[in-house]
Structures are given as C-alpha cells and as structure tokens.
C-alpha cells in the first residue's frame, strides 16, 4: 500500500529508536518502535501476505513515519502470512500479543490486506475486544469464499482483464509457493518464487514479472488448484464476515477501487456489517490507494480524506484508559 508516502516525515534526526527481532514468551517475533515523545497510545502494524512480513519496506517506512511522529508502533511477524499460507492459529497468536502488549492502554490495529482482515477478527475477539482503540483497514476481505470464487470467474474469463497484470502475477506467485509441495516444484524454481515475492513491490519491474510469469507460471492451473484445496473451516475462521458483532471501537476502512487482488464490494460488505451492529466507521475507496502497484495517481484531496480518518481514530484512542 501507498499509504506510507502519505505520511512522509523527515526522519533525518531519527526522533525514535528501533528495536528489531523482539520476541514474546510464546515466541512471536516483533519490531518495536518507540518514538522520543510519545503522543498518542501505541498502534500494531499487520502486513499482508508478504515473506517480508514485519521486514517489509514499506510496512518499516510507515511504521518508522509513525513513531516519528510520536505514535509507538508495534510490527509483529505473522507467521502463516509470512509462508503466504492461511493458518487460524494466526489469529490466536494476534490475539495473545494483543493482550500482551496492551498494559492498561487500548491499542490500535492498523492491517494491510489480509492482515486488515485479521486485525478486524483480532479486535472483534472477546479477549481483547475492550483493548483496542481503533482499526484502521487498506484493503480488507470481508469472506474468504467470495474472494476465491472472484480469482475463479477472472480465471474463467481472463479476455476481461489482463492475465499478466501486477496483481495477478503476484497472486499466482503466492499460490505457487503456497502449494510449492504439492506441485512438487524444483528447489531452484522455488527460489526463485521467493526471491520475486521478496523483490515484487521494491525493485522487480513488470517486464521482469511477465517474463517469470510466462516461463514457470502460465502453463499451471493454480486457481484450479487453490479452488480444490480450500478448506470451510479455514476460510470461515478466518473470514470477518459474520464476526464484526464482537468489535468494541471505531473501525477505518480505505480501499483502492481498482485493487486487482481484493476487491473494492469486499470494503462495502464490511460497511454493511458494521452498519447492522451500529459499529462506528468511515470508509473511503480512492485510487491513491494501491495493492501491489506502486506507480499510480496521487490525488491531494483523498489524502486529506485519509489523513482526518486516520487522525480521528487515532485521537479518539489517545490516553485512553481500559476501564477496569
């Protein structure tokens, strides 16, 4: 996500420190980073479905905005993200770093992706639910299922879009090292699907993509594949729909119009629900917004529309206390 660059500080003096590769008692591998002064209550950063997980540069550089600008920020590594694979105990570990972390504070989340949608179901557990402050979401799913069936009907009438777009590249790169076993894929193939999604939204262009693309990719059915592996209570559990009853705070929720790899209706779904339950939220679906590329339009008034959203969550979380 773009979002970063819209919260660009100077961080030349660097008024923050960086703790790297913390862990909890459980293990939980985490950054903390903790401004000079800090101003509001600390947020927890979630990544998407990137092997960079925590060390993602962009998750850094929005998190190193933060504490610049006095929000303590908190990036943990999920760990079933990380190996781009869908794994419910991801949630209960969010949710015991959560606990962990929160010493008499509300938190906020803030997701990206699918850590958007794990950081709704995070706050809308009753562990933790009177912990959380705030969420902020870019790029939410709202129910698994209908996000699959979607890879499925663009699979079915691929002249609709372009089968060699970012987005659909980086999904079949996700699918082929999440099922790497059972394509029974070479070592030297699966490092070199690693090596791409660690590159994909830094350093790799789209010439590089397609070409990946079409030697070791286009010939296999990988949605076919992913739509014969699914799993109900997997995506049940970790799909939001259904879920946002149990939230306690007021939820953001930004979404790009175009995303390729969720889309924008999974944002509306989210807004209908939380409607139902009288659940407080913004939504804002701007094209400043970005899944995977990184290269489009910027438009000033949308980033004001994201930075009150942003700038109301988090005042409404600043020094509050939990009460007892």
């Known amino acids: 996500m773009r979002i970063a660059g819209i919260l660009k500080l100077s961080t030349r003096n660097k008024p923050y ?12 591998l985490f950054d903390w980073y903790e401004p000079s002064h800090a101003t509001a209550t600390p947020a927890i950063a979630l990544p998407g479905v990137t092997v960079n997980s ?48 929160s010493n008499g504070q509300r938190l906020g989340l803030i997701g990206f992706s699918y850590g958007a949608s794990y950081a709704l179901l995070a706050a809308a557990h009753p562990k933790v639910a009177s912990k959380i402050g705030y969420v902020l979401s870019f790029g939410a799913y709202h129910n698994l299922d209908d996000l699959f069936s979607t890879y499925v009907t663009k699979k079915a009438s691929l002249h609709h879009i372009d089968p060699e777009s970012s987005d659909w590249i980086y999904l079949h790169l996700v699918l082929a090292y999440r099922h790497r076993k059972k394509l029974e894929l070479s070592d030297q193939t699966v490092q070199l699907v690693y090596r791409l999604l660690q590159t994909y939204c830094h350093t790799s262009n789209l010439q590089d993509k397609r070409a990946f693309y079409q030697s070791h990719l286009r010939q296999l059915d990988l949605v076919q594949l992913e739509k014969e592996s699914r799993d109900a209570f997997i ?85 509050r206390e939990i009460n007892p």
């Open 17 to 28: 420190c960086e703790h790297r590769d913390l862990h909890t008692p459980q293990g939980m």
């Open 54 to 101: 925590k060390d993602d540069p962009r998750l850094q550089y929005f998190a190193r905005c933060l504490a610049a600008s006095g929000i303590p920020c908190l990036a943990p590594r999920i760990h079933g993200l990380a190996e781009c694979d869908l794994q419910p105990a991801d949630i209960l570990e969010l949710v015991d770093f959560i606990d962990q972390q």
């Open 235 to 319: 995506h049940s559990s970790l799909s939001p729909a259904g879920r946002l009853h149990g939230l306690r705070c007021p939820i953001g929720l930004l979404h790009d119009p175009n995303d390729g790899l969720i889309p924008a209706d999974h944002a509306q779904a989210l807004q209908k629900e939380l409607s139902t339950h009288g659940i407080r939220h913004q939504i804002l679906i701007t094209p400043l917004l970005s899944h995977v590329d990184v290269s489009g339009m910027r438009r000033f008034i949308d980033t004001l529309a994201i930075m009150k959203i942003f700038l109301l969550l988090v005042r409404r979380s600043k020094n």
